[in-house]
Every structure is written in C-alpha cells, then in structure tokens.
C-alpha cells in the first residue's frame, strides 16, 4: 500500500510540475492541442459514426465515465489519453473528429481520429469495417484545413507544431488479423510481420513530420498474451498469460522502439518517444495481488508521464 501512496505522490507532484510549465507559458495546458490516431485505445466515438460493429455506444461501456453514459469509448471510464489530457491541463477532450462536436473552437485544442479496430496494416481496418490509418490520415489533412479556417494561417501552423500527437496501433494487426488469419500466417511469420507494420509506422510518422507534427508520442503493444480475449481464444483449457504471444508483442516493441530511434536521427527536430506500458501491465496481469485494493492505472500512470515528459 505505500507503493501506491508514493506513486500517488509522484502522479501528483508531476501534475503540478506540468501546470507550472502552463502557467509558464500563459496557457492552460502543457501542449496547445493533442492529436490522436490509433485504435480502441484511443477511439471516444468515431466508430460511432462508422458503419462497424465495433462499437462502445452502450453500457456498461461509460458507467464510469463523466457523465455516466457511454461515449464510444471502449472503457467503463476515462481512456489513457483522456487522463493525459487531464495531466496535461486540457479542461475537455479533443472531438472525435466524425462527431458533431468537431467544429469550429473545438477544433483549436486538436482532435481525435481514432478508431476501434483499426491498424497499422490497412488490411486490418478494412476486414473489421474500421477506419484504416490511411484514412485517419486523410482525415488528419482535412482537419488542418479546417483549424486554419477557425484560428488563421499562422495560429494553426503554430497550434499544430506545438501540439502533442499520439499514435496507438498493433493491438488489432495481431489479435484481429495475424493470428486469425491463415493466409497472413502463411505468408509472414510474427517477426516477419512486425517488421512490416515497423516500416508502416516510420512512412507514418514522416508523414506527419511533413504535415507540421514535431511532438510525437508512441504507444506500443500491451503483453498481449495476458489479455483475457486471447487467453480465451488460443490458451486450450490452460491458465495464464501465452508466453508465445507476450515474446511476439515484445519483438514488435523492439522494432518500434528501433525505428523511432532511427526517425530521431533523420529528422532532427522531430522529438519522439516510445511508451512503456508492457512492463507495467504485465506486472498488474501476473502480480495483481501487489497492487492491494488501490486502482492499478496509478502506477502505470507514473512510467507514462516520465515517458511522456521527455517529449514535452
């Protein structure tokens, strides 16, 4: 239990090096805007726009949440990024960016193109009827068009290079499409198959650089094998998490990790950084009995902000 307090404190006291930071500034948060792409992750309610099963738009998804309502988002509370936001200063959340809510002022502290199901792998999105990355990305260039509009030229520009961007892939490239799918297993093996999603995700992210992005933070594969959908699905009567797939969701980290490294190198005002969430996580699936009665997400929480940090 005092493992939690101390990282209650720690949780606490960077929150209020961040709001510092704000005052610093003369604004209300750390980032002038967060601009989010990913999966079930990330998503609060673009799938609800979508044609898509995948969707969170009734409970017990949102019991939790604000206004105890489901919103799209695949939690019974707040999302990470939602928290992140909160750490950051933000008083609302970035609209998704298919609601009715993405116009006009809302659009000045960023948006979210986020959508359950999606991937890396275009294929992916398009077998689960989810947004593909590709077009999140179209989204993402229709968006600063708008933001132009609302805030001017040289405001956006600003807005923009300043903003945090988020990314959160992977999950659903191989839980829904690698190891559901004979034909892909057939032609890739995982490490095969991590290496191409690796050098998806660096055309993405110089993309973005392009687009006006410099604040990039990445979050990579949770331990998979631990995950009670997949321990349902291939574990066969045994228990516990699948060391085949945590072993495969870490090789993909190490790809990911290598090409951000690599994308530092070749564009130098790009600052990138890769999250820590498979140790933390795994501790909670194999140890919860460490973490008593306390929520777990403070301690995952505490390995994020430092990460995070070294991007702001």
């Given amino acids: 239990m005092a493992i939690w307090g101390g990282a209650a404190a720690l949780v606490l006291a ?25 999966d079930s992750a990330v998503d609060i309610g673009n799938n609800n726009y979508f044609p898509t099963a995948f969707k969170a738009n009734y409970l017990p998804y949102g019991k939790d949440f604000i206004s105890h309502r489901p919103t799209g988002r695949f939690c019974n509370g707040k999302l990470a990024t939602d ?5 950051l200063g ?34 992916t999105a398009i077998i689960n009827h989810a947004i593909p990355l590709s077009q999140q990305l179209e989204y993402y260039k229709e968006y600063r068009v708008k933001l132009a509009k609302v805030a001017g030229s040289k405001r956006a520009a600003a807005i923009l290079k300043g903003a945090l961007y988020l990314v959160g892939f992977g999950t659903a490239d191989f839980l829904q499409n690698y190891y559901v799918n004979p034909s892909l297993k057939k032609l890739y093996t995982p490490d095969q198959y991590s290496t191409y999603l690796a050098t998806i995700f660096s055309s993405f992210i110089k993309d973005l650089y392009g687009l006006g992005a410099r604040k990039i933070g990445v979050v990579p594969l949770p331990p998979l094998g631990c995950f009670p959908e997949t321990i349902t699905l291939f ?33 130098p005002a790009l600052k990138i950084v ?22 777990v997400h403070v301690y995952i929480y505490v390995e994020l902000i430092l990460d995070m940090s070294n991007v702001l």
Avoid at 14 to 38: W, Y
Avoid at 95 to 122: E, M, R, V
Avoid at 235 to 256: D, E, L, P, S, T
């Fill in 274 to 295: 890769v999250f820590d969430i498979f140790k933390p996580l795994h501790d909670v699936f194999t140890s919860p009995s460490d973490y008593g009665n306390e929520p």
């Fill in 90 to 123: 933000f008083e609302t959340y970035p609209p998704a960016y298919l609601s009715p809510q993405a116009t006009g002022k809302n659009l000045l502290i960023g948006a979210n193109f986020g959508s359950a199901a999606a991937g890396y792998d275009d294929n």
């Fill in 83 to 87: 928290i992140t936001a909160d750490i």
């Fill in 14 to 38: 960077l929150a209020l090096q961040f709001a510092t930071m704000a005052d610093a500034q003369g604004t209300t948060s750390v980032v002038p805007a967060m601009i989010l792409f990913g």
């Fill in 235 to 267: 574990r066969f009567r045994k228990h516990g998490c699948i060391a085949r797939i945590n072993k495969n969701a870490k090789g993909f980290n190490n790809k990911i990790n290598t090409t951000a490294i690599s994308l530092q190198k070749q564009l």
